[in-house]
Structures are given as C-alpha cells and as structure tokens.
C-alpha cells in the first residue's frame, strides 16, 4: 500500500509564503517518477500548477511562473511546492499527483510497471 501526503497548508496574507510538501510512503519497493501539483478553487475546475521530471526539468503555469518553484528529494522520496508572493487568487485546495515505479528499476528491466497516484489535498487560503 503506497500514498501520498500533503502538508504545509494553511491561512496566509497576501504576498506572504508558504511551502508545501508531498511524501509518498508505503511498504511496496517504489521510486518517484514525475511529480506535479494541481489546486482547485471553490466551484472551479482542477487545474495544473507545475510539474518536475524524473530528471528534474520543471514547468509551470503562467499564472504562478516566477512566484513558485517546484523541488524534490529523492532521497525522502519527497516533492516540494515554495509559494511566494501569494495572492488571494491562490486560494485553494492544492493536490498532489506522483508517478511512481513498481519496482524502481523497472525502466532498466522491463519487468514491473508505473502508475499514478493522488493526494488527498492540503488547504491554502490567502486573505488580502
């Protein structure tokens, strides 16, 4: 069983910061592929907000280019979101989505497979 966890959320002022995380966990033998984070405002669409490879090449939406970095520790098999400038526009219920590898050398061997995996969500609100 394997999960991803969110944390770092919470209320925040404009153009204030916040840095969120992303853990996966479990008992299986996985790696982190491509990590990317997403948010969903109140009656809107989920919507993407960044993304770092495997080989840690990182893209964004225009909205937050310049404002967040997206990072990882493979180590910790671990990825973070570092938000800076906040607006209340940022508001939101931010997720997310891992690639993971079953097992971690499964690209060298052929032998296993990659799926996709979901957090459960960690609130931002940013009051102006």
């Known amino acids: 069983q394997v999960q991803l966890v969110e944390s770092g959320g919470g209320l925040v002022q404009a153009g204030g910061s916040v840095r969120l995380s992303c853990v996966a966990s479990?008992?299986?033998?996985?790696?982190?592929?491509?990590v990317a984070w997403y948010r969903q405002a109140p009656g809107k669409q989920r919507e993407f907000v960044a993304k770092i490879t495997g080989g840690d090449v990182s893209n964004y939406a225009d909205f937050v280019k310049g404002r967040f970095t997206i990072s990882r520790d493979g180590a910790k098999n671990t990825a973070y979101l570092q938000m800076d400038s906040l607006k209340p526009e940022d508001t939101g219920v931010y997720y997310c989505?891992?690639?993971?590898?079953?097992?971690?050398?499964?690209?060298?061997?052929?032998?296993?497979?990659?799926?996709?995996?979901w957090g459960q969500g960690t609130q931002v609100t940013v009051s102006s």
């Open positions: 989505n891992a690639d993971l590898r079953f097992p971690p050398d499964y690209l060298l061997t052929g032998d296993g497979n990659e799926y996709a995996y």
């Open positions: 479990g008992s299986s033998d996985f790696a982190v592929s491509a």
